[in-house]
C-alpha cells in the first residue's frame, strides 16, 4: 500500500503515506482507471455522443475484417462495459493493431452472455470516447468531471497505445485524493457540492 485516506460523514479523517510516496505523488491507477473510463461513457451517454446499444463496428469499421467473427457485428458498448464481450481470453500488450486483435479472436460465448474482467475492453472504451469526441480521455473528461469535482487535470496522465488511444483499462495516474473525489461522488449519487 502506497497511500491511505478515509472519509466519514463527507470529511477525510484519516490520511498517511508511506515512504517514498506522498500525497501529491500521481500514482498508476491500473485498474481503477476503468472507474474513469466508465464514467467517461456515461458522460459520453448523457451527452448524447453514444448509445450503450451501438454496435462498436460501426464506431469502429476498420476493425471488421473479411473474416471476421460474426459476433463481433454484435458487440455492443454495453457489453464491453459490462466485460460482457463474450471472449475467455484476452491478448498480451497494446501493439499498433491491438483494437483489430482484440475485437477478432474467438468469441466463445454471444456477446452480453459471459463475464471475463477485461482490461483491452475497457480500453476499446477510452476509445471509443475519443473516437467520437476527437479528444484523448483526459481532455474530454477534464470540463466535464476533473474541473468539477477538483482534481487537476494538469497532473492526470494517461499511458497510451502504440498507437496513440490512451489505455483506459489501465493506465491513468493520479492522486490518491482525486481517487477519493471520485469515489464522494459515486456515494453522493453523482451529485457534487449540491
Given at each position: 500500500?502506497?497511500?491511505?485516506?478515509?472519509?466519514?460523514?463527507?470529511?477525510?479523517c484519516a490520511e498517511g503515506w508511506w515512504k517514498p510516496f506522498n500525497a501529491e505523488l500521481h500514482h498508476c491507477c491500473h485498474s481503477l482507471s476503468k472507474t474513469y473510463t466508465a464514467t467517461a461513457i456515461g458522460i459520453a451517454e448523457y451527452e448524447g455522443l453514444l448509445s450503450l446499444?451501438?454496435?462498436v463496428c460501426d464506431i469502429?469499421?476498420?476493425v471488421v475484417l473479411p473474416d471476421s467473427p460474426k459476433r463481433l457485428l454484435q458487440l455492443t458498448v454495453r457489453d464491453l462495459l459490462v466485460m460482457g464481450a463474450g471472449m475467455e481470453e484476452e491478448p498480451f500488450g497494446y501493439p499498433k493493431d491491438w483494437r483489430v486483435?482484440?475485437?477478432?479472436q474467438a468469441y466463445q460465448h454471444e456477446?452480453?452472455?459471459f463475464w471475463r474482467y477485461s482490461s483491452q475492453a475497457t480500453s476499446c472504451l477510452s476509445s471509443i470516447v475519443e473516437r467520437l469526441s476527437g479528444q484523448s480521455l483526459v481532455q474530454y473528461l477534464t470540463p466535464?468531471?476533473?474541473?468539477?469535482?477538483?482534481i487537476d487535470a494538469q497532473h492526470v496522465i494517461c499511458r497510451a497505445a502504440?498507437?496513440?488511444?490512451?489505455?483506459?483499462?489501465s493506465g491513468l495516474f493520479t492522486?490518491?485524493?482525486?481517487?477519493?473525489?471520485?469515489m464522494k461522488l459515486y456515494m453522493d449519487g453523482g451529485v457534487w457540492e449540491g
Open positions: 500500500m502506497h497511500g491511505l485516506m478515509i472519509m466519514r460523514h463527507g470529511k477525510v446499444g451501438d454496435r469502429f469499421p476498420e486483435r482484440f475485437l477478432n456477446p452480453g452472455t466535464r468531471l476533473f474541473d468539477k469535482i477538483g502504440q498507437d496513440g488511444a490512451s489505455l483506459g483499462g492522486t490518491t485524493e482525486d481517487n477519493l473525489r471520485l
